[in-house]
């Protein structure tokens, strides 16, 4: 009974729905407009701002203002406009080819060089979010690794090119890597082992005198630090 009086609700309702969406469908036809087309005619937009296509592409995976809640997808707030460009563009090519890569091929294929510049520009301006610190122990070998290196292995200051805070720098190229995921971290460093990366050429020689521990502790570090 119950069921019976819920689905004559229910149906109700739907025909009043399915009503105003034949008169919408009417006027489209007869317009030649539908939500789906507008949707598709403004994602073709060659203007649009490095905000909207933010919204419109990016938020799903990244956060709105770059800083993604997910691990499985980098933080691109604050992150420096060369590397963005660059990074953009070699997942374009299909260069950047290590196993995650590939969700972002479709989404840079689907980009002008304007619009790289554009939401390049914007993910650079945003403010970036910082994980927490690790145990002070860790905190302490991480930064001596970042500042100094590691002498007797060979592997350089990370610092001389990624900048003092790891804030990232333009004339090397260097990411950001100032409170980005720890997960992301560790995999990109796994990652520069392999040929997946080619762009990569410091830090495919760099990490062959990294150790899984290293990694780990450089990663800890690195996701705590703040450059606000
Ligand atoms: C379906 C999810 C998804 C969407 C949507 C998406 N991305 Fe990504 N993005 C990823 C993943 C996953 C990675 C990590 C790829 C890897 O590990 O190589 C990534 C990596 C990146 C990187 C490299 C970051 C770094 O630190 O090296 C940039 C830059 C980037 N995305 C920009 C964008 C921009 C700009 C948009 C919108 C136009 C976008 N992404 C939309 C999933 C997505
Ligand atoms: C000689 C300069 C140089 C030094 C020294 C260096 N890096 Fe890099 N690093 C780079 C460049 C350039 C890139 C961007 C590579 C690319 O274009 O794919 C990079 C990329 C990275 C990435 C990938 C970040 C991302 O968002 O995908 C990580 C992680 C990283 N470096 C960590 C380190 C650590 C840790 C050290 C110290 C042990 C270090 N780097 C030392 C130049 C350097």
């Not at 090397?172 to 990109?188: F, H, K």
Request: neutral net charge; proline residues 4%; aromatic residues 6%.
């Amino acid at each position: 009974m119950t069921t019976r009086l819920r689905s004559a609700t229910c149906s109700g309702a739907d025909q009043r729905a399915a009503g105003v969406w034949v008169l919408v469908a009417a006027l489209a036809l007869a317009g030649g407009w539908s939500p789906i087309n507008a949707w598709a005619a403004d994602r073709e937009d060659a203007a649009r701002s490095g905000k909207l296509i933010a919204v419109q592409d990016c938020e799903d995976c990244h956060g709105r203002d770059g800083n993604s809640i997910s691990s499985t997808f980098p933080k691109l707030a604050a992150q420096t406009e060369v590397y963005l460009t660059k990074q953009l563009r070699q997942f374009q090519g299909r260069h950047r080819a290590d196993p995650a890569a590939s969700r972002m091929w479709p989404v840079a294929e689907a980009l002008t060089e304007q619009q790289i510049k554009d939401i390049a520009s914007y993910f650079s301006q945003q403010k970036a979010s910082h994980g927490p610190a690790a145990d002070p122990d860790v905190m302490t070998r991480g930064q001596k690794i970042f500042q100094s290196g590691i002498p007797e292995k060979g592997v350089p200051a990370c610092s001389a090119c990624h900048g003092d805070n790891a804030e990232g720098t333009a004339a090397t190229e260097a990411p950001r890597l100032a409170g980005q995921w720890r997960r992301y971290l560790v995999e990109q460093l796994n990652v520069f082992y392999s040929d997946q990366r080619p762009s990569a050429v410091a830090m495919h020689a760099i990490v062959q005198s990294l150790s899984a521990q290293d990694i780990d502790v450089l990663a800890q570090y690195l996701q705590s630090l703040r450059t606000d």
